[in-house]
Structure formats: C-alpha cells, structure tokens
C-alpha cells in the first residue's frame, strides 16, 4: 500500500522539477533583450490599467464557501461510491435524502442571487470599468 | 526509504508552519501553509489513513487555502495595511503555550510507548464507506443537515457586508 503513495509521491517530485526545469531552462538559453513593453504584464493583448492588487468583491468569497460546502459532500460522496456495488440499492436512497438536503441550500444561494455574477465597477478607479466611464456608456445606449 | 521521507514531510511541515507564524508578508504565509496541508496530509498516510489524507489535500489544500487567499484579496489597501507584524500581549500568549505544552507533555512522557511491528498498510476507504452507510447512517444524514445550516449561515453572514 505503501508504495502506492510512493509513485504518487514520484509524480509530484517530477511535476514539481519538470515545472522549474523549464524555467531554468529557458533563463539558460533564452536571448535576454528585454523592452519596456516586454516586460509589461500581460493583459490579453490589452494595455494594463490600474494597480495589481485590487480589492476583490466580496460575492467571489461567498462562492468560494458555496465551494467549500459542496467540496465535503464530494468527499462524503467518494466512500459511497467504493462500496455502492457490495451495499447495494439502499445506499442509493441514502445519498439520495443527503443530495436533496443539499440541494435545499443549493436553492436558497441561487433564490438570494449569491451566484449572481456582477459587472465589474471600480468605484475610485480609472479606465475602461471605472464607474464614470461606464455611466457614460449607459447614457449613450439611452440617447441611442 | 519510508524513514528518510517521513523526516523530509517532517522538516517541510516544520518549515513551512514556521514561516506562516513568522513571515511579516501576509500572502507569504498563506502560500507556505500550502506546505504545512501538503506535510500533514503525508503524516496522515504514514499513520495509514488513506482517506483522511486525500479528505486534508481536497478540503484544506483544494478549498480552505483558497478562502483564506480570497480573504486576503477582499482586504482594502493590502499594500500598505501590516497585519501579521504586530504581535502583543506576547506574556499572556507564552503562558497559554506553556501551560498547553506542559498539558500535552505530562501524557506523552508519562506513557510507555512500545516498539511492536508496525501495522500492515492497508486502505481504509471500503471500511469508512461500509460502516458509513450501515451503522453511522444517521450521521451521515446529520452532517448534510449540519453542511446546510454552515452553507446558510455562511452565505448570510458574507452578504451583509454588501
């Protein structure tokens, strides 16, 4: 049993050396004729606006506890399906009421929007999403 | 082989905890607990719980890690605020750590450990699963109860800040 973690074990070092081998791969041959905009952050193509550490909206942590719940019943869920073929069909109706109960919660977040996804509005920022430029996109669509 | 990798999850899950209580950078000791999961997560497969290791990699590395980075993105003007730095009432917090230490201690050294042959490793998961959905069915329909009422509560209580 042991040695199974072993070759887990093995993966996860060579993962881990595969990753770094190929930074150090290419800080060794790569030519280093670096610019101003070589350097920029990368934004899809797009000229990078404001700070890198924005403040995040706070919907995004509650889909994260929304995660986290349904993350435990995945893990409730994975010993049910080791042993669903010796216990049999009553094990089915088991999960069955713990899902439902679940779902019950799943239902209230979805009811009370907080799987919502929001249009970004930077209050005190600049750019594209500022909420001074999206204002005047608004008021465009409506003399339009 | 098995000793020398014991010590080396050892010396990461040392290591990395150390960082998380001593690092003045907040995401710092946010990345690092990922080493301290990752470390006991292995103890646990030292100890021959299979499946309590992989529950501490999917639930702490895949899930709680994530919130607490979130928890760190939500705070306003993280740049300039210094929250791990200060620490204070350090004389109340070294008693509390002694009296724990010596609490954890007394049985530790009191009990008289013996070197039998270690268990056989075996996986657990169809014995969990077994006993599960057999003679604990009825807590395992209360823990869906009590993951609902988490996930309410939770959602309520990350909706008022809005």
């Known amino acids: 049993m042991l040695e199974h973690y072993g070759t887990a074990l093995a993966l996860g070092i060579v993962g881990f050396l595969l990753m770094y081998a190929a930074f150090i791969i290419q800080k060794l041959v790569g030519p280093k004729n670096s610019t101003d905009v070589k ?7 797009e000229e990078p606006e404001g700070e890198t550490w924005i403040q995040f909206n706070v919907r995004f942590y509650v889909i994260a506890l929304i995660f986290i719940i349904f993350d435990i019943e995945v893990v409730f869920l994975f010993p049910w399906a080791v042993v669903f ?3 049999g069909f009553l094990t089915f109706i088991e999960v069955f009421v713990f899902i439902s109960i679940l779902v019950v919660g799943l ?16 209050k005190y920022g600049t750019g594209r999403y500022s909420a001074s430029n999206l204002l005047e996109k608004e008021n465009l669509k409506e003399a339009a | 082989m098995a000793d020398l990798i014991f010590w080396l999850f050892w010396g990461l899950t040392v290591a990395s905890a150390s960082i998380v209580a001593f690092s003045k950078n907040l995401i710092y000791a946010v990345f690092s607990l990922l080493g301290t999961f990752i470390g006991v997560a292995a103890m646990y497969i030292f100890l021959n719980a299979d499946f309590v290791a992989v529950t501490q990699i999917v639930i702490y590395v895949g899930g709680i890690l ?10 306003n003007r993280i740049t300039q605020t210094v929250i791990s730095e200060s620490s204070f009432q350090k004389m109340f917090g070294l008693t509390v750590v002694f009296a724990v230490l010596i609490m954890v201690l007394i049985p530790v050294l ?3 450990w013996t070197n039998g042959e270690p268990m056989a490793f075996q996986e657990t998961i169809h014995q969990i ?4 959905f057999t003679d604990y069915i009825l807590l395992f329909e209360v823990a869906s109860i009590l993951l609902l009422g988490a996930l309410i509560g939770a959602a309520t209580l990350a909706r008022k800040e809005r």
Do not use: R, S
């Open chain 2, 66 to 75: 994530v919130l607490l980075i979130f928890g760190i993105m939500l705070t």
């Open chain 1, 107 to 122: 239902a209230y977040v979805w009811k009370k929007g907080d799987l919502q996804w929001v249009k970004m509005k930077l």
């Open chain 2, 129 to 132: 699963g077994t006993l599960l």
């Open chain 2, 110 to 112: 009191g009990h008289t």
């Open chain 1, 39 to 45: 350097l920029d952050t990368y934004e899809c193509g």
């Open chain 1, 85 to 87: 073929k010796d216990l």
